[in-house]
Each structure stands twice: as C-alpha cells, then as structure tokens.
C-alpha cells in the first residue's frame, strides 16, 4: 500500500508548502476585498418621493412624502450616501401617467424608480407604493413674506423685504383656489437675525403652502434684504407752557387749552443729552385769527440750538380763542 506522502493528494500537500500557503492567504485577502467591494449595504431614510404628472395635471394629495431606500455598492460610494443626501441628490420619482384627474390612484415605487449619485444601487424600497389623487393644474401669483427668528442687537431696528416682492405657485386647482380667496401671503424659511448690527442680504428657500401637495414655486427662492438701522433715542419733557404766536402787540387775550403740553425729542443720545428746556419753545400761531372764534391748531416746537431731532408734541394740538382784553 503506498504511502500518503507517495498519493496526489499528500504531494498537493507535501510540496512547495511556501507557495501554497501564500496562495491560501492571497485567496482570502482578495475574497474579503471583493466582499468589501460589491457587498457593502445602507439603507437610507427619509428619501422625498417626487410625483410627477402629464402637462395641465397637478398632484392634489400622495399619501407618502418620503421613503427608505436599502443601497448596495462600493463602500467608497455607501460613505458618500449621507452627503448626497443632504444636497438633494437622492431622491424618488414616479409618473403618473392619467390625462385627466384621478380620485385616487396608487402607482408602484420600485428600486429603478431611485435617483442616486455614484455607482451605488438601490435594491429596496419601503414602502413601495403611493397613492395619489390627481386635479387640474393652475398657477396663481402670491405677495412673499420674509419669515425670521431672533432679535437682532440692542438698540437696532429692522425691515425686512423679498426680492421679487411675489412668487407664482403652481399646483392643483382645488387648493390654489382656497389660498387666493384666504388671501395666502407666501413666507420664506428663518432668517437668522439674533445679535445682528448690520444689514445683510441672502438667498433663502420659499416655503410650500402644504405638505401633502407637490406646489411649484418660481422663483424657488428669493433674496431677503434685512436692513438694521440704530434705534434713536428718546427724550421726554412733561409740562412745558404753550406760547402764543401773535402779529401786533395790540391788547389781545388768549384762551389756550391745554396750557402745557409733553414734548418728546428722539435722536442720538448725544445729541438729546446736549437739550436743556430753556433750549426750545412750544409755540401756537395765532396770526390772522379772528376775534371770539375757537380753533384747532397744531403746535410748533421752536429748537433755539442747531440739533438733528425730531420733536413732536403730546397732544398734538391745542385748542385757542382769541379775545380783546379788557
């Protein structure tokens, strides 16, 4: 009987040990490479689901806004999934393909129905259906408000304006007719403006009037000017006599009523600080009025120094009879 050593089988083993052994381990590394390689699965979550109709159809309703999808591919391309993700690079589109509008309709979400970057693939989507609900098609055009949270920097004050000033929005007629006779004011995303001093501007996204309908914004986004000015300052004198305005030095008596007024400056705190009362006179124009008649007229503040205020009294008339003296 030979020996082992002497069979095929014990030579395989026996001889050129080295470069079996190497081969042995080289089949293993390349084994788990090509598994890294073509093996390597992610699913993905909250995938939006785009449904898209024929020229004059819109989408009234679709019952899933966002899917999970499962990839598979090269694990290079699976680590690049969540950035794609955030750039709107994933996505799944179906069509409906109706020429008319549906009460309901479900259409399939299939793995060849997935937008992705790379080589990536998907095999599995879930849920793999949507159901829809199909209307005619209009567009109408919308007044864009900027929308912000924060406040901006002590002692600032802020306007806010959208450029363009009104947005079209396409979508299914049921709902846009609802929103023009609501008198629908379209609004942006947030605009940060927490601790701001300074004007800026920035592109920000319009928002859809409704989760459950696909509208179609144009322009999808606008530029929202913010514009911070310094919130002046502001100054108040309480009782201040009202003098009477006259032409001739002839005995006349005057009846003003009220006799004092509040006066209220606004400006820089500099400037503000700088006003002393004997600085300014309140003042009521009686020239040319006639004898025993009552008049409503407005106040004047007379600012004896050179100051860039603005004054405005509180009331801001007064009312005046003019009398010969005895």
Not at 135 to 155: H, I, N, R, T, W
Not at 162 to 185: A, F, M, S, T, W
Not at 263 to 287: N, R
Not at 290 to 314: C, F, G, I, R
């Amino acid at each position: 009987m030979p020996s082992i050593k002497n069979t095929i089988v014990g030579r395989f083993f026996v001889e050129n040990k080295s470069i079996k052994i190497l081969s042995l381990l080289l089949a293993v590394i390349v084994w788990y490479s090509i598994r890294g390689v073509i093996g390597v699965t992610k699913v993905v979550h909250d995938v939006p689901v785009e449904v898209r109709a024929r020229d004059g159809i819109a989408v009234l309703w679709q019952s899933e806004r966002q899917v999970s999808v499962t990839f598979k591919g090269a694990q290079q391309d699976i680590e690049r999934l969540e950035q794609a993700q955030a750039s709107g690079q994933i996505r799944a589109v179906v069509y409906a393909r109706e020429r008319a509008p549906a009460k309901e309709l479900t259409i399939e979400i299939q793995p060849k129905h997935i937008e992705s970057p790379g080589e990536v693939r998907a095999i599995r989507v879930k849920p793999d259906s949507v159901t829809i609900r199909l209307d005619e098609e209009m567009e109408s055009q919308f007044l864009c408000k900027a929308a912000y949270k924060g406040k901006p920097a002590v002692g600032q004050v802020m306007s806010m304006s959208c450029d363009p000033p009104h947005v079209i929005i396409r979508g299914p007629k049921q709902v846009l007719n609802e929103l023009v006779l609501g008198g629908y004011i379209a609004k942006t995303e947030d605009v940060d403006v927490a601790g701001i001093s300074e004007s800026f501007s920035k592109l920000v996204r319009v928002l859809s009037p409704g989760e459950n309908w696909g509208a179609q914004i144009e322009p999808a986004e606008v530029r929202v000017r913010v514009t911070i000015e310094k919130k002046p300052a502001v100054r108040r004198w309480a009782g201040v006599s009202v003098g009477a305005l006259l032409r001739s030095t002839a005995p006349v008596s005057v009846d003003i009523r009220p006799v004092s007024v509040d006066v209220v400056m606004s400006g820089s705190t500099e400037e503000l600080e700088s006003i002393k009362a004997e600085d300014f006179k309140v003042l009521v124009d009686c020239i040319g009025l006639d004898m025993s008649a009552t008049y409503d007229l407005p106040l004047t503040v007379h600012v004896l120094k050179d100051a860039n205020v603005l004054v405005t009294t509180e009331p801001a008339q007064v009312k005046v009879v003019l009398r010969e003296a005895l």
